[in-house]
């Protein structure tokens, strides 16, 4: 039995979450696996590759400065759409919610070619929260044929809408796999300022904010919300790792930039990253993968968004959803520095996504589809 699969994706969290089910896919003797970078992302992108060691048998490029979302749908489609009718595989696989999720999972339907969906059933029923990507999630599950579910909420979700049962497995995130993978390895910072820095002497907040439905006013309240921590708190220091992308970092340097408690440092490699979350006592972010990825570490996450996709974390008190609101944003953060009862029941709670083995299983289900089809 060869299985023919092309695995795509396209941004730094998506290569991260599918590094796993790349190397799973490659150590089965019963599939070929081709991946397909658009490069939605590039640096971004290319470090995570280098971390795993994953060499793109494609790699559409797409990306360009300040791109909109009908730029990189337009791109995507059309690069793969050109892979897909040369490789002509048995199965595409993508995953979660971004632009390239949904373009991938587009143009395999359009060649009738079946999907993969891992990360499936995340949701949070408002169309614009998160912007685009709930609605790219929820279409991509439209397209799907075998949808990995990380946990059974995720699969409840799939149920309600209609989805066949037989059609949905639950699997654990891959996201903890690769998470397992990169905290054991041996690592010292290299980075100058990091390797210097003393985690010891005081409290320090790891901040990263980047959503879309945050640009503008919501990510400047952010902003003013932990500058003022940082003024009323005169041990507090933070770590600012700021996205890319030029509409995050316009804001984030004029509000945040030259204050010495305040380190606003360029995204790190996903190996530093992992070891700067292991480092730090506080996590504020509106990132999804870090939701996930913290509270196995036992860091208390709150997290900067009116609603999350993730309501198991919420559940299971890894994670505490404080919004935009400048004063709530103070208030949650002051409350995880002065009482350490409230700290250590976020900090201990067990984290709901999976136990590192995610991706075997996937590629498990995925041998089993094609010898009972
Ligand atoms: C994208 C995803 C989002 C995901 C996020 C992870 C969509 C619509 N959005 O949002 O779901 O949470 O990635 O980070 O798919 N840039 C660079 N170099 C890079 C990466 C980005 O310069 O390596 C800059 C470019 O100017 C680019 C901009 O950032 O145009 C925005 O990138 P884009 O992928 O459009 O949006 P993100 O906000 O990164
Ligand atoms: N991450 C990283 N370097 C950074 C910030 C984040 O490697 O400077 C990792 C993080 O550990 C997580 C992923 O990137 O695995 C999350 O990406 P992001 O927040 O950009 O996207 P989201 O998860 O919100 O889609």
Known sequence: MEIKTVTIFGTRPEAIKMAPVVKA????????????????????????????????????????????????????????EKVLTEV?????????DTSTTLAGALAA????????????????????????EELNRHLTGVIADLHFAPTGKAKNFLLNEGVDEGSIFVTGNTVI???????????TFEDPVLKEFDFDRGPVMLLTAHRRENWGQPLEDICYAVKE?????????????????PRVREVVFSILGGHNRILLIE???????????????????????IQEEAPSLNKPVLVLRNVTERPEAVEAG??????????????EVSCLLNNKDEYNKIALAKNPFGDGKAAGRIVKIIEDYFRKS
């Open 88 to 96: 002509t595989p048995d199965l595409v696989l993508v995953h979660g």
């Open 229 to 245: 921590l940082v003024e009323n708190n005169s041990d507090l220091r933070v770590i600012y790792p700021v996205h890319l992308n």
């Open 177 to 187: 796999d690769a998470l397992l993978y990169t905290a054991n390895i041996d690592y």
């Open 318 to 331: 890894t994670v505490k959803v404080v919004g935009t609101d400048r004063e709530k944003i103070y208030n």
């Open 25 to 80: 896919l490659q150590e089965s003797e019963n599939i070929e696996n081709k991946i397909l970078v658009t490069a939605q992302h590039r640096e971004m992108l290319d470090q995570v590759l280098r971390l795993f060691q994953l060499k793109p048998d494609f790699d559409l490029d797409i990306m360009k400065h300040k791109q909109s979302l009908t730029h990189i749908m337009a791109k995507a489609l059309e690069g793969i």
């Open 109 to 132: 339907y359009y060649q009738k070619i079946p999907v993969g969906h891992v990360e499936a059933g995340l949701r949070t029923y408002d169309k614009y929260q998160p912007f685009p």
């Open 267 to 289: 995204p790190l490699d996903y190996l530093p990253f992992v070891h700067l979350m292991k480092s730090v006592d506080i996590v504020l972010t509106d990132s999804g993968g």
